[in-house]
């Protein structure tokens, strides 16, 4: 009877707190309401004045994410406060200070992903709308986050990639600048004047539509190959991976009508057939029929 007394008191004091605590929730989530609101209010008063700059949409991400974690955090501690009378500053450090160590534990991965995150933000390289390659990963980056980063491959589907892998693994960016280099290679017959055939391709590449010919057209004498000696042909045209596409398309079409024009050949595989022995050849007669 005694433990059933007890217990009854106990629950009629932790109900009689749970009350009088009633208000402190209260004003707690007020607090909480109103959090989210500041929160909202920065981050446009944030866009507004980064906005006139021309900082980098990363880092804007960045920067709008850093004003939104500081005010919930202020907010998150008041609210605390409030619910907690006795918390205070340094005891809270202290009990982040213990419970970090094992949330890091815990949580590696999130957080090396949240590092990564906030380094790539605020390096100057592989901005949004850079295509990148990373890991058989080819794509547009679309979106930074501080945890991953959103990456639309050229035939259309999302990859999501956390950002430890676009920060430990070599990154491939096809479009850090306006222009690169692409290349073909072409192939001539045996019996072909290289000097002339080396400046048919190169009138015929110059006089491509995308082809930058200010930056210099390259034909290389590259190899003896099976059926033809190969030139590597190299011109400068977009960075982006359609534009390559497109400008080696006009190249490839622009080199072939003009060696056409030319009377050069452009071999397909020969086969040479050899005997160890002589092989008798016949023809047919008037009548048909087989003669030596």
Known sequence: MNYIATLRDQLREMGTGLVEALPSFAIALIILFVTWIVARFAVKISDALVGRTEIRASLKNLIDTLVRLG???????????VVIPSLTPASLLAGLGIGAVAIGFAFQDIFENFLAGVLIMLREKMRIG??????????????????????????????????????????EIFTDEDQRRHEVVVGVSYDTNLDHAADV???????????????????????????????????????????GWESKDKVVRAVKAALDDAGIEIPFPYVTHTFKETVPVSQLGDSGKPTP
């Open 201 to 243: 391709i190169r009138r015929a590449v110059e006089d491509v539509e995308d082809v930058l010919a200010s930056k210099g057209v390259d034909i290389f004498a590259q190899e003896f190959n099976s059926s033809s000696v190969d030139f590597l042909v190299r011109w400068w045209a977009g960075s982006t991976p359609r534009s």
């Open 130 to 171: 850079d295509i990148i390659e990373c890991e058989g990963i080819t794509g547009k980056v679309e979106h930074i986050t501080l945890r991953e980063t959103h990456v639309r491959k050229l035939s259309g589907e999302l990859t999501v990639v956390p950002n430890s892998i676009l920060f430990k693994n070599p990154v």
């Open 71 to 81: 005010i919930w955090l202020v907010g998150l501690f008041i609210a605390a406060v």
